[in-house]
């Protein structure tokens, strides 16, 4: 995708502008010491650290921090919001980036945010996880045939230790659907 | 001492034994665990991922059957992720009573309300806190004695609340495992990420990260974890094997529960070293 693209989506969505408003109001007082960037576990991964990151949030650069898998990566292990020197809420900053990359439903985060739909989905639906059908409608919904295969492996093992349950989906509004809809109806208001 | 108990989804699903073991345990050392009755899913890592409003109110409504039941116990959580979002929404709930109010508009139709009352505690903080230091000691007999043990504490039972150990360097499950008269390996990986979630959609994160973490694990015969996401990420991506298994099932070992019992059959790892070492 282009930068562009990215640029143009969020325009088109004012809720998501506002959104990275906050964020970066959050990460006002940043002094782009680097501990975030040295705590992080994740950091040999990510195409740009941490700091760069938030310095990328801070000066609007939003086409770079959305073609970055950094705040993808992050794992919240919440090394870097102990160790920030001002005390800010890093980690909750980066959940609040996916919230805005899931919203912005954009291609190059599919193998995450597929995920998160696919166990949003079956919580609605169930009340509880039913993990078994949860991952196998992640792997319909990723469209990646290698992820699947990447779990065969561990599939395997599972179901020997009799830890697959695959049970009948049934239809519905969902144990928790009224839950969620009120939810999303008082955010509305 | 009695607790209420959220299990939480994992532990009905690939965590299974960890359920097992925590029960058995609590039976064991004569605590009696109460589960929250209708509980629902907490919001795991996804919830947060997606709607901040909705990642405070499906932990809220947990909280809001805890309280319900009048009992005024703790509730006591084996899953690090489960503790800290049931954590965090009570923290969040008690801080803003403007989203105490929302939430609780969305909770009125189930016959619910929160008010963050009850106190939120993970597994960890109840074992080492609470007493069964001691009566591990004395139930044990010393039944693990020559034997070295890493403690993997993970990072969502120690952060971002400080609430019952160093969250840089955990120590908090040092005395329980002494108790039992085993050794504690000195290492620094005890609260280094496995990768999380991050590893089930990444697993070449998952692989790096674990690698890093076992390889320090050196002479230790088992490493023992209080989190159902760390101990899958630990018995997935080994690049040897190792045994790894739930701290309750240690304990309950320890304390010459039958390894069946506990769950011992499901681990992914395998953990036969340390079984054949309690049966001789």
Redesign the interface.
Known sequence: MHLTDIREKLAARPDLTRHLAQVKEQMATCIQCGTCSSSCPNAGFMDMTPRRMWRAVLTDRVDMVFSSQTFMLCASCYVCTLRCPRGLPLTDAMAELKQVAFALDLDRFRRSTRFYRAFMDNIRQYGRVRETEMMARYFLAVKDPRVPMSYTGMGIKLMAKHKLHPHFPTLGPGRLGPLFERATQQQEQ | MDYLYYPG??L???A?EYDLSCRELFKALGDCLTDIPD???C????????????SV??PA?NLALAEKTDTGLDVLVPCSACYLNLKKARQDLLENSALQA?VN???A??ELAVNASVRVRHLLDVLSRDGAVDRVAELAENRMKGFVVAPYYG??CL??F?EFDD??QPRSMDALIRATGADVLAWDMGG??C???????????GK??VGRILDQAGDAHAVVTVCPMCQMNLE?FQPRPVPVLYLPQFLGLALGLSGKSLGC????SDIKPVLSRVAS
Do not use: H
Request: aromatic share 4%; net charge negative.
């Open positions: 989804c994992s009905e699903g690939t299974n509980w629902t899913c919001g795991a890592t996804a919830a947060q991922c997606v709607d901040a409003f909705l109110v499906l409504r929302r508009q969305v909770l139709p189930d990072c969502q952060r971002p400080a969250p840089e280094v990420c990768g999380a979630s991050t590893a089930t959609t990444k697993p070449q994160v790096e990260l997935r059959d499901m681990n992914l």
